[in-house]
């Protein structure tokens, strides 16, 4: 008989431990649903952080990477790729910036974002050598290279992988008056995510990102911003920063600009910061490559097509108050932009994580993070019936005396 358990033992004999995955074995998707290898069913509301706004199998995301599989799929930089251009243009379009550069995973591409203002802090701003510093949030999460967790400010991240790279200076998220007291004249970007994610859909005080751009005009600093997990519709609109009308002078995407099916990330800029990178000074072999390109262009073709972002505003509100309305006693805060919601759950009632392992149990894959926040991220495309469908079990799981 073929079970969970079984392939959960294999793997855990040959894999490294550093997840703590719910003991489902997932072999197929379609849309909002998973199916494990024993044919139970769960509606996914976790959507692996974004990458699966689209849901999975996206039919017409599907046929361009079949397509594009079946004509080229990787050729190297060194030469030019009938893909590019068009996806190039598409993405720079939709977020008002002049060039993108492309790579895979997020983390790369908020590496390539330091890399660029570094650079434009030195060339163009007159900073002396090595001395450029970056401003960064507390909680943040850009990713898990080594330069990306030198700034994290979560031990787990960090313990034992020192030395770090300097450059970097901490303050709290969302306190602007401790980020311009943190501004020298070597401060060349401050780096920030408009809500964090990984820390728990903490959302910053309305107008922060606003005067976090004001504050960056004012003192020559280039605003970066990492929409990796944000952007892309996940808060009910293109980009995060949209709230508030700010236009970053480096964006940061990944996650659902792969559409479900490929790492693909960027950044996006002024020509101005993207002339920093010359021939030779930064590159990836894999990134740009023409399936890569062909999968994101039919990424964003969908994203617009389908209203995806007034999609999420509409049923994320529509979640928010079915949620609300729960009144559960196990609930001591629901916040959050689109589909894109934290609940914190009283830690003196319940543990975050038995409450997802019960969701998982109910048909609804869900996480934790921070041991009292459990985050629901559902693919953009969910339905207002997946939605009921969701919140029979999600107050089943929430009222459950044991
Ligand atoms: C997921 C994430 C990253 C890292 O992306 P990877 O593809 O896992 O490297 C960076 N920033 C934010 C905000 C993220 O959510």
Same mark, same amino acid.
């Given at each position: 008989m073929i079970t969970n358990q079984s392939f959960i033992e294999r793997e855990d004999q040959v894999n490294a431990k550093n997840y703590e995955p719910v003991p489902a074995v997932i072999t197929r998707g379609e849309g909002v649903w998973l199916w494990d290898v024993e044919g139970n069913r769960y509606l996914d509301m976790l959507s692996a952080y974004s990458a699966i706004s689209h849901g999975y199998a996206h039919p017409r995301i599907l046929k361009a990477l079949v397509d594009q599989a079946s004509r080229?799929?990787?050729?190297? =930089?060194?030469?030019?790729? /009938?893909? $590019?251009? *068009?996806? %190039?243009?598409?993405?720079?379009?939709? #977020?008002?910036?002049?060039?993108?550069?492309? $790579?895979?995973?997020?983390? *790369?591409?908020?590496?390539?974002? !330091?890399?660029?203002?570094?650079? @434009? +802090?030195?060339?163009?701003? +007159?900073?002396?050598? /090595?001395?450029?510093? !970056?401003?960064?949030?507390?909680?943040?999460?850009?990713? =898990?290279? %080594?330069?990306?967790?030198? @700034?994290?400010?979560?031990? /787990?991240?960090?313990?034992?992988? +020192?030395?770090?790279?300097?450059? @970097?200076?901490? #303050?709290?998220? +969302? /306190?602007?008056?401790?980020l311009k007291e943190a501004i020298t004249p070597n401060t060349c970007a401050i780096l920030t995510e408009p809500i964090q994610g990984e820390a728990g859909i903490i959302v910053p005080p309305s107008g922060w990102l606003k005067a976090v751009e004001t504050l960056c005009r004012q003192n020559n600093v280039l605003l970066v911003v990492d929409e990796i997990q944000s952007g892309l519709g996940r808060t009910g609109k293109i980009l995060a920063c949209d709230h508030e009308n700010v236009k970053p002078d480096v964006l940061i995407l990944g996650k659902a600009l792969g559409g479900g099916f490929l790492p693909v990330s960027a950044i996006a800029c002024s020509r101005a910061i993207m002339d920093m990178f010359t021939p030779g000074s930064h590159g990836s072999t894999f990134g740009g490559n023409p399936l890569a390109t062909a999968v994101g262009k039919a990424a964003l073709d969908v994203l617009a097509d389908e209203n995806l972002a007034e999609r999420s505003a509409e049923m994320g509100a529509y979640l928010m108050s079915k949620l609300k309305n729960l009144n559960s006693p196990l609930i001591t805060e629901i916040r959050g932009k689109g589909l894109w919601i934290g609940i914190d759950i009283d830690p003196s009632k319940a543990v975050a994580h038995d409450l997802c392992l019960q969701l998982l149990h109910e048909g609804i894959i869900a996480k934790d993070t921070h041991d009292i926040t459990i985050r629901l991220a559902p693919p953009l495309i969910i339905t207002k019936d997946e939605i009921d469908w969701a919140m029979e079990r999600i107050a089943k799981v929430f009222f459950r005396i044991d």
């Open positions: 080229l799929a990787v050729c190297s =930089r060194a030469m030019y790729h /009938d893909k $590019m251009a *068009e996806f %190039l243009e598409a993405l720079c379009s939709l #977020v008002g910036q002049d060039q993108a550069l492309l $790579m895979n995973s997020g983390a *790369e591409a908020v590496e390539t974002a !330091i890399k660029a203002v570094r650079r @434009f +802090g030195y060339q163009e701003k +007159g900073i002396a050598p /090595d001395q450029a510093e !970056i401003i960064v949030m507390e909680g943040n999460f850009h990713g =898990r290279t %080594l330069g990306l967790i030198s @700034f994290s400010t979560e031990s /787990d991240y960090k313990k034992d992988f +020192g030395p770090f790279l300097p450059g @970097f200076k901490v #303050v709290p998220f +969302g /306190d602007i008056n401790a």
